[in-house]
């Protein structure tokens, strides 16, 4: 390429640098802006729930779990005062115990979850809401008790009920909930292991929240 082309290749590609640069100024401005008005009614919260998963047999094949406690972060925003989405994650970790295995199975329990919230006036200084939805699970097995199995995911059904409670200001205050969790149980691909049918977790929850 001769040097007067390389001129104007550097010249197009200032121009097109330039140009794209202030494309992103502008639109970091748009994001921003609208960024603050999504958050206006908008909420994330952090809290600590038990695990408790109900037994189940099939093909003969008996599964019971360890109880365990587990962490979950949360996002929430409100269409109108009364009705919008809340999207998640928890994690906990306990044992699942075969009647085909001499030895239990230990994994890391992931949920990530998508749900539609409705809430409702205050009564008393608390604010009841309800929650439905869909969860994907992510089964996997731990490095020292997971005997080798691979991971595993599934989708499930998510409910819940709870109230919140402001402390001294709007922005924040603590929320107490019951989530439901209904899902098939795992087997690790294996057919040694495969119940075919769902169970019920249940996650009492309590955690603070702040409102933006």
Known sequence: MDEEGLLVRMRVSYR???????????AGFAISARAQNFLHNSEASVSAFGQFTSSVSGNGISLNTTDSLGGQAAFRHSFHWWLGFEGS???????????????SVQHNFHEFAGSYLVSGSNVLGFRPFALAGLSGIIFSPSLNGGQNLPWQGETGLNFGVGAEHALMTSHFGIRI???????????FGDPALKTGSS???SEPLVGVYYRF
């Open 16 to 26: 097109l640098f330039f140009y794209a640069s202030l494309l992103l100024f502008f």
């Open 89 to 103: 994650y928890s994690y906990t970790r306990f044992n699942e115990y075969y009647s085909a295995l001499p030895y």
């Open 177 to 187: 909930e019951y989530r439901g969790l209904y899902y098939k149980a795992p087997d």
């Open 199 to 201: 169970r019920l977790t």
